[in-house]
């Protein structure tokens, strides 16, 4: 038995883990973070390979986890999510601050952030496992509630990424009770935006009527930016 819905049930904070490298900066959305002993202070964080902030943190062996509150936009996280600090600069139009080390700290939406050094990276299938050395830590707003997993899911109605671990891929319906076809909508995995082809994107220069298969390849969601793998249909 391998239910991994099950998994779900497993709680975790939503976090910003952002890191430098050679002048630059990027961050990412990471849901396991966690703190390993209390003395010294050492937290863990398991990223993914596929993300540029995993190959800032490796040659760096800095980062800091900034704590995300239950208030951020959906279109914050978006920010954050997937979408490739590679073409793009996510901390462009964010408030934040340059820790000791060097790695940003967000200001926005944060209720708090670590700053670590990383003492040992362990190699986890997709993702590595950073242990890191706590070197600065601070609450930035004691008024606001730090955001869980299921917060995000249940009350945000945020989605889980295509490359998340826990990431269940839905087939298309695009049968009718008529049997007659349809124009099938999708979802943003990340802000929830939904695609639909009868209005299309004229904002993003797609006409009305515009199946989700006929956008370009270039395409991105208008409320968060991220591509079309990022979408799933909507079956209900
Ligand atoms: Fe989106």
Redesign the pocket.
Known sequence: MLDLESLFNLSYGMCIVSSKRNGKINGCIVNTVFQLTPEPPVIAISVNKENLTHEYIAKSTVFVVSILAEKTPLEFM?RFGYRSGRDFDKFQKVNYKIGITGPPIVLDNTVGFIEAEVTEAIDVETHTLFIGRVIACQTIDAGETPMTYNYYRDVKGGRTPRTAATYIAKKPETESKQGVKEMQKYR?L??G?IYDPQAGDPAGGVEPGTAFEDLPDDWI?P????GKDEFEPVND
């Open positions: 978006g943003c990340m802000c935006y969601c409320d968060c930016g991220v």
